[in-house]
């Protein structure tokens, strides 16, 4: 999960914190064999120590696509971010090939997820309709959506994953968690 040499019971948060400053680049979070539960209140805690101080939503998204995409080795994870609210959606930072650049509110997941303002998980993307195909190797892809302090939609955390079925409601609820660094932090409104 971190370095070779560390354990987690000596990784405290201020540790983890000091970590991070020391020698950033080292840090390898792989969250992969590690039970749901357990993954995600670990990735949070790495959230919160690398924002710290950081209230600019480019850098939250920036930093949240990272740490979750290599966590967990998904195929793209990224944000797609409210650029006219209730109508369209365009891509923010993330991991991955290339992603489709504007999404209509209602179309695909991303645009399901932001227009019903709920999350949404496709076990199977061939069997979600209007899904839209940005890498063809996706099978399965969970949509989360990210609110700011005041409940504006700011847009939404989008995962694709190269095996069916590779989320559940754990996997909602972590990222959920997850995103509330964005409610906590920014006031876009
Ligand atoms: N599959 C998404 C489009 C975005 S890409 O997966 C990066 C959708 O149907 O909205």
């Given at each position: 999960?971190?370095?070779?040499?560390?354990t987690?019971?000596?990784?405290?948060?201020?540790?983890?914190?000091?970590?991070y400053?020391?020698r950033?680049?080292?840090?390898?979070?792989?969250?992969r064999?590690?039970?749901?539960?357990?993954?995600?209140?670990e990735?949070?805690?790495?959230v919160?120590?690398v924002?710290d101080g950081?209230?600019?939503?480019?850098?939250?998204?920036?930093?949240?696509?990272?740490l979750?995409?290599?966590?967990?080795?998904y195929?793209w994870?990224?944000?797609?971010?409210?650029a006219?609210?209730?109508?369209?959606l365009?891509?923010?930072p993330y991991?991955?090939?290339?992603?489709?650049?504007?999404?209509?509110?209602?179309?695909?997941?991303?645009?399901?997820?932001?227009?019903e303002?709920?999350?949404?998980?496709?076990?199977?993307v061939n069997?979600?309709?209007?899904?839209?195909?940005?890498?063809a190797?996706?099978?399965?892809?969970i949509?989360?959506?990210v609110?700011?302090?005041?409940?504006?939609?700011?847009g939404?955390?989008?995962?694709?994953?190269?095996?069916?079925?590779?989320?559940g409601?754990r996997?909602?609820e972590?990222?959920?968690?997850i995103?509330?660094?964005?409610a906590?932090?920014?006031?876009?409104?």
């Amino acid at each position: 999960m971190l370095l070779a040499t560390e354990t987690r019971a000596c990784v405290t948060p201020n540790r983890l914190r000091s970590l991070y400053v020391i020698r950033m680049a080292e840090i390898t979070l792989d969250l992969r064999t590690r039970p749901k539960g357990e993954a995600y209140r670990e990735l949070a805690e790495h959230v919160d120590v690398v924002l710290d101080g950081i209230n600019d939503p480019i850098a939250g998204m920036a930093t949240i696509s990272a740490l979750v995409h290599h966590a967990f080795g998904y195929l793209w994870t990224g944000f797609y971010r409210v650029a006219e609210p209730g109508r369209l959606l365009r891509v923010g930072p993330y991991q991955g090939m290339l992603g489709c650049l504007e999404i209509a509110f209602g179309s695909g997941v991303c645009g399901t997820a932001a227009a019903e303002r709920r999350t949404v998980i496709v076990a199977d993307v061939n069997l979600f309709p209007g899904h839209i195909t940005c890498d063809a190797r996706a099978r399965s892809e969970i949509v989360v959506p990210v609110t700011d302090s005041r409940g504006a939609l700011l847009g939404v955390l989008d995962i694709d994953a190269e095996s069916p079925g590779a989320f559940g409601p754990r996997d909602a609820e972590g990222l959920e968690q997850i995103v509330k660094w964005f409610a906590r932090t920014i006031n876009a409104s």
